[in-house]
T-cell receptor, first 118, second 114 residues
Framework: DAGVIQSPRHEVTEMGQEVTLRCKPI?????LFWYRQTMMRGLELLIY????????DSGMPEDRFSAKMPNASFSTLKIQPSEPRDSAVYFC????????????????FGDGTRLSIL | QQPVQSPQAVILREGEDAVINCSSS?????VHWYRQKHGEAPVFLMI?????EQKGHEKISASFNEKKQQSSLYLTASQLSYSGTYFC???????????????FGQGTTLQVKP
């Protein structure tokens, strides 16, 4: 089975540009998570969806960040405008189960997008 | 609130044992453990639910003390392949039961030498 697929794997762009990260969860999984990983802050949850609905976006750093999940097989994380401090590895993860069963299910991570903002 | 992991780093010789601890200041519903190798994605190891159960995965096992809000990961007879950074992810308790999201610790780097 295919795992979580993220694109692009690497992105280098200049400050002020719009950045769009993409994620395809594992088929049949109905929960999707976006994480950001940096040396300073570790692995932080940005937002998570359940059945395509955003459940908790309290980790989204500011209004420059937005995420969508238009259908069960696709999600995007957009940064507009981008800033150098947004440089990080962004992971998407998916899991099966929902609600109170969520904690019983492992999260499967994609390979991540390494983002560099110059 | 981010859980606290200890130690931050550990170096072992092949065959030696290690314990990694994860402590939270809040009541926990579950604890998840992941391992991440350099430049790769985190990989799931195991989940422990409240109830103090202990789980095993080959020579890696873990325990969860709900009352102390702590979990420990035990690596026995370590192998070179165990090298990497280990993260605990804690899930808190909400009014409806569980929060459904994980907060990860800062990680423990394990290096196993021949």
């Amino acid at each position: 089975d295919a795992g979580v697929i993220q694109s692009p794997r690497h992105e280098v762009t200049e400050m002020g540009q719009e950045v769009t990260l993409r994620c395809k969860p594992i088929s049949g999984h109905n929960s999707l998570f976006w994480y950001r990983q940096t040396m300073m802050r570790g692995l932080e949850l940005l937002i998570y969806f359940n059945n395509n609905v955003p459940i908790d976006d309290s980790g989204m750093p500011e209004d420059r960040f937005s995420a969508k999940m238009p259908n069960a097989s696709f999600s995007t994380l957009k940064i507009q405008p981008s800033e150098p401090r947004d440089s990080a590895v962004y992971f998407c993860a998916s899991s099966s189960g929902q609600g109170v069963t969520l904690s019983n299910q492992p999260q499967h991570f994609g390979d991540g997008t390494r983002l560099s903002i110059l | 609130q981010q859980p606290v992991q200890s130690p931050q780093a550990v170096i072992l010789r092949e065959g030696e044992d290690a314990v990694i601890n994860c402590s939270s200041s809040k009541a926990l519903y579950s604890v998840h453990w992941y391992r991440q190798k350099h430049g790769e994605a985190p990989v799931f190891l195991m989940i422990l639910l409240k109830g103090g159960e202990q789980k095993g995965h080959e020579k890696i096992s873990a325990s969860f003390n709900e009352k102390k809000q702590q979990s420990s990961l035990y690596l026995t007879a370590s192998q070179l392949s165990y090298s990497g950074t280990y993260f605990c992810g804690t899930e808190g308790i909400s009014g409806s039961g569980n929060t459904g999201k994980l907060i990860f610790g800062q990680g423990t780097t394990l290096q196993v030498k021949p």
